[in-house]
């Protein structure tokens, strides 16, 4: 079945360093999301990538959606101790969506 | 509108006991999802529905079951609760044709002893 896989699993950082999370699915995505959950916290929804290539920025962060949309990458400029948490991407075909492990972020201010 | 609500917050139950995990949301949304989570751990659906009255299964439905009689609603049953089955349980729902964010509800945090 449909797999999505994320790296890295966890990541420490010091306040002011950028940090990078990676999703790759083993198969093509019709789109991909990614989420962030705060510490003892839901899900929440971030951003959406649809097309093939496609870039966003929120602010200090920037989504990548790979030109064959099997792969996807989050990028967080300048982290801050408020980005503190574990980053998802989601991967939807069909009805269902797949999410990765995670990627949980640590930042030592 | 209160978005997606779950109850209880918290569980322990015995092993072999039954319950049900409400989710419910206001949202008019047709697409529901139920999710678990074990520590440390990403989301694994367990079932889900595109409507009033259609449900099916995720990627781990043994032991669970569900039932979507109105829109609104989408409850979760553990029959004979396993230790396996404790974890973080989160409710989600989604608009349209399911390619959309999803909300997620606060979760039943469920402990099998």
């Known amino acids: 079945g449909q797999q999505v896989m994320q790296i890295p699993q966890y990541q420490h950082v010091q306040e002011g360093e950028d940090f990078t999370t990676y999703c790759n699915s083993s198969?093509?995505?019709?789109?991909i999301q990614w989420y962030k959950q705060r510490p003892g916290g839901h899900p929440v929804f971030l951003i959406q990538?649809?097309?093939?290539?496609e870039v966003k920025k929120q602010k200090r962060l920037t989504f990548q959606f790979g030109e064959a949309k099997k792969n996807s990458s989050l990028h967080i400029t300048a982290t801050q101790t408020t980005d503190v948490g574990t980053y998802f991407c989601?991967?939807?075909?069909?009805?269902?969506?797949?999410f990765g492990a995670g990627t949980r972020l640590f930042v030592k201010a | 509108n209160a978005g997606v609500t779950q109850t209880p917050k918290f569980r322990i139950l015995k092993i072999g006991q039954s319950m049900t995990l409400q989710c419910a949301q206001d949202?008019?949304?047709?697409?529901m999802y139920w999710y678990r989570q074990d520590p440390g751990m990403g989301l694994k659906l367990i079932y889900y529905?595109?409507?009033?009255?259609?449900?099916d299964k995720g990627e781990v439905p043994n032991g669970y079951n569900v039932s979507r009689s109105t829109t609104e609603d989408f409850p979760l049953r553990l029959e004979l609760a396993a230790p396996s089955q404790t974890s973080v349980y989160f409710c989600?729902?989604?608009?349209?044709?399911?390619?959309?964010?999803?909300?997620f509800g606060p979760g039943t945090r469920l402990t099998v002893l």
């Open positions: 989600a729902s989604t608009t349209g044709t399911g390619y959309n964010e999803q909300f």
């Open positions: 198969t093509t995505l019709s789109n």
């Open positions: 990538l649809v097309k093939s290539g």
């Open positions: 989601a991967g939807t075909g069909g009805f269902k969506t797949i």
């Open positions: 949202m008019n949304h047709n697409y």
């Open positions: 529905s595109v409507g009033a009255g259609i449900t």
